[in-house]
């Protein structure tokens, strides 16, 4: 059976959803899935033994978590050997206007410079904006962020952003590549 492992890095959680809705498409249409958090990963694990490696990661302050680009550098060359693709987190995509996809890519694309991989399928994806969940100052600066790029400001609600149907097409179009 065709095995994918999801990996991913999140900071409060909205990569974490995806890769778990990305596991749940691969699972009703019958392939073997598991996700994993990069931070937390079985030291048994290796990218080798799987048909196909899905990374997702999160935008915050310009860049993606270290420990993701790390993980990413640290095992290029396992991870070039199979089919592979990327999906990047971020606020960028989320008014549509060619700026800010612009802005999203361009993330996207220092992440793969960065850590010299070059997986086969890559998507950007907008994230949320989880006021309930931030700490004083990750909320004051969340606000001050979301008013420079014309998004929500009351921070008393939270907001996804995630573009579900954009999510299962680009899982479709990877596995058409696999399989
Ligand atoms: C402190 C902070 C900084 C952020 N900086 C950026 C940024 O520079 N660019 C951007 O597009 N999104 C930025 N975001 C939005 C996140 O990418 C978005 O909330 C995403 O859903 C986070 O995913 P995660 O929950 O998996 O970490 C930031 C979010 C936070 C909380």
Redesign the pocket.
């Known amino acids: 059976m065709t095995n994918i492992a999801i990996l991913?890095a999140?900071?409060?959680?909205?990569?974490?959803k995806v890769s778990r809705y990305i596991k749940e498409l691969l699972t009703k249409k019958g392939f073997k899935a598991e996700v994993y958090n990069l931070n937390d990963l079985p030291k048994k694990f290796s990218i080798t033994g799987y048909k196909g490696i899905i990374v997702g990661a999160?935008?915050?302050?310009?860049s993606h978590q270290k420990y993701g680009i790390e993980y990413v550098k640290d095992n290029i060359e396992s991870l070039n050997e199979v089919k592979s693709a990327f999906f990047s987190?971020?606020?960028?995509k989320i008014n549509n206007s060619e700026k800010t996809i612009g802005?999203?890519e361009k993330?996207l694309q220092r992440f793969l410079k960065k850590t010299g991989w070059k997986p086969d399928k890559t998507a950007v994806f907008s994230?949320?904006?989880?006021y309930s969940k931030?700490g004083f100052m990750?909320k004051v600066?969340?606000k001050f962020?979301s008013k420079l790029m014309g998004e929500e400001t009351d921070t008393s609600k939270d907001y996804e952003y995630t573009e579900w149907n954009k999510v299962e097409k680009f899982v479709n179009e990877f596995m058409s590549e696999i399989s």
Request: with cysteine; net charge positive.
């Open positions: 991913y999140s900071s409060e959680g909205q990569t974490a999160s935008v915050h302050i310009g987190i971020c606020l960028a802005r999203g993330q994230g949320a904006l989880k931030y990750k600066l969340m962020i």
